[in-house]
């Protein structure tokens, strides 16, 4: 989800609406309150390809993977920015 997406479906939510965080998988009763939004402080790599004729994605922190990947196919690696959801407020490192 792009955060442009995001503020098209917020749009016209209650301003004064807390927002929540349910992991995957899990019920609403397991939902946290999301108390910090920050970008990260890293560049993350969006990569693509197809591993034995199925297509994937994955997202993750850091430079691309490159080594790891010696059985894929048209694989491509896109530098994005991403901001990241806590449910804890973060201390100061």
Known sequence: ?????LIALLRNADPGAS????????S???AQEVK??????VQWTRESGM????????LYPGEP???LRTDCEQVTYEN???M????VEATPR
């Open 1 to 5: 989800m792009k955060v442009a997406e």
């Open 19 to 26: 927002v929540m965080f349910v992991p995957l998988g899990e």
């Open 28 to 30: 609403e009763e397991d």
């Open 36 to 41: 910090l939004i920050s970008p990260s402080p």
């Open 51 to 58: 591993d034995k004729g199925r297509p994937y994605e994955f």
């Open 65 to 67: 993977h490159r080594d």
């Open 80 to 82: 994005v920015s991403v």
């Open 84 to 87: 990241l959801l806590a449910p």
